[in-house]
């Protein structure tokens, strides 16, 4: 989110609405004549529109059945009128506005997790690797229904985020409806300071060459994390880029990000009404990897940032794409002060890929779509070779013979002991690990057929 100055705008409205009242009978008339159709309105249409909302106000303050302050109602009224136009832009009063200088500024006890408005819900975008909605069971996909007793239908982004951060070690309980359950989940959760790891880099267990590669968010430090795991693994035949459940984060790594993979051309560019918000991000040659395959992985719970470097690095056909179609968050918001104590948080523009295709509310669709599942390995029905199969059948008779059987001793090795150690293996992706994580084990797949299909490519 970029922050930008903006002059105080309540005079404007004030001489706006006073020029209504001295020529409101104009105001009223109507224009016959007028059929052309149009989004921007003309001053006629302002000048009744503001005598629309003032008539309404005055009502409200002598008719009402409480006494009412006019200051309340219009911000009331202007937290509506910004709802309605997106579900990132907002008005924050004083309280809201003082409440964002302390989140940007100094540490604050939260969940790490990640939400966003979709179809009109309060939806879980990812929960981050670590954090307390991770370790809680919270999921990319999950609906919000209540923040303790508070209902979040009608709820802001903003407003959600408010209730969820508060001191750490205190709790919250997060009513959540989640695909294929029958009843609303309870999930209470502690919340912690959130620091988080961005970047982790493991080898692939079996498949020399490949490196893993889990982008968690893109906070400040990403390009470099990335840059210094290349580095240590420097004999690297293909990537794997792991951005699921990656809520996004700062523009310029995931611009970084992808230029260390492209030399040329508009990696993202944003466009809105003023001109000023037109941007290109190019790519630069220094340092520029062309050469090593890639394979990106990415869900629902792929978001923002995450989105601009997978479809980016997709249009360059710099990559193949993993996984299942991404949340669909690329807009841009600035906020834009309005005196000393309050401030408006407005969506300016919207991000587009190289191709000219937008993000926003249609996401990534991936070049392979792979659904998350536990991989299944059957049994191979012919068990025994040819050179095995005589010895083993004597066997079977001399023990049906002899009238005995032998019981099964299961060893310490034999066990599920190594399930645990696979998942805590900060260096490794085993074998274990593939085989609950189809999307992964695809990706590795890919990977290996992509670094064969290199091979003497100069």
């Given amino acids: 989110m970029i922050k930008k100055s903006k002059k105080v705008i309540v005079a404007g409205l004030i001489s706006t609405v006073t020029a209504a009242y001295l020529f409101g009978s104009f105001a009223q008339a109507k224009d016959a004549n007028t059929t052309k159709v149009h989004t921007e309105s003309s001053p006629k249409e302002k000048l009744e529109a503001y005598i629309k909302f003032t008539q309404i106000l005055n009502v409200i303050e002598k008719e009402y059945v409480d006494d009412v302050n006019t200051t309340d109602l219009v911000d009331k009224a202007l937290k509506g009128l910004m709802t309605n136009l997106d579900a990132h832009s907002t008005f924050m009063d004083k309280k809201s506005y003082k409440d964002l200088s302390v989140q940007t500024k100094g540490e604050f006890g939260g969940l790490g997790i990640s939400v966003g408005m979709k179809d009109g819900v309060l939806t879980v975008i990812a929960p981050l690797d670590g954090t307390p909605a991770f370790r809680a069971g919270i999921k990319a996909g999950d609906i919000i229904l209540k923040i303790d007793d508070k209902a979040t239908l009608g709820m802001t982004i903003d407003d959600s985020v408010k209730i969820m951060r508060g001191k750490p070690k205190t709790d919250i309980v997060l009513t959540i409806i989640r695909k294929n359950e029958p009843k609303p989940l309870e999930i209470k959760i ?17 498949y020399d060459g490949s490196l893993y590669l889990h982008v968690t968010s893109f906070d400040q430090k990403v390009v470099e994390g990335v840059k210094e795991a290349l580095k240590e693994h420097n004999n690297t035949k293909g990537i794997i880029l792991d951005l699921r459940n990656n809520p996004g984060g ?132 012919i068990m025994l070779k040819e050179k095995d199969l005589k010895k083993h059948l004597q066997s079977e008779l001399d023990k049906i013979d002899a009238n005995k059987t032998k ?47 290199n091979k003497g490519k100069k």
Avoid at 253 to 259: H, P, Y
Avoid at 433 to 447: E, F, H, P, Y
Wanted: charged share 25%; no cysteine; net charge negative.
């Fill in 190 to 206: 502690t919340r912690d300071i959130i620091k988080i790891q961005s970047v982790y880099a493991k080898k692939i267990e079996n």
């Fill in 250 to 381: 700062l523009l310029d790594q995931a611009i970084g990000l992808v230029d260390m993979f492209v030399d040329k051309g508009v990696i993202v560019s944003q466009k809105g009404k003023s001109k000023l918000e037109n941007t290109e991000y190019k790519a630069t040659k220094a340092d520029t990897d062309l050469k090593t395959p890639i394979v990106v992985l990415v869900n629902g719970g792929s978001a923002s940032a995450s989105e601009i470097v997978s479809g980016a690095l997709q249009d360059f056909n710099r990559s193949i794409v993993v996984g299942e179609k991404t949340f669909g968050k690329g807009s841009v918001q600035i906020v834009m002060p309005i005196g000393k104590e309050e401030a408006l948080k407005l969506t300016v523009a919207r991000y587009y890929l190289p191709s000219g295709r937008t993000i926003q509310a249609e996401g990534v669709t991936p070049d392979i779509t792979v659904h998350f599942a536990k991989v299944e390995y059957l049994d191979d029905p």
């Fill in 407 to 453: 019981p099964v001793k299961l060893e310490m090795s034999d066990t599920n002991s190594t399930e645990d150690n696979a998942t805590v293996n900060k260096t490794l992706i085993t074998e274990e690990v593939l085989g609950k994580d189809n999307q992964l084990k695809s990706a590795v797949d890919i990977l290996k057929a992509l670094i064969i299909t």
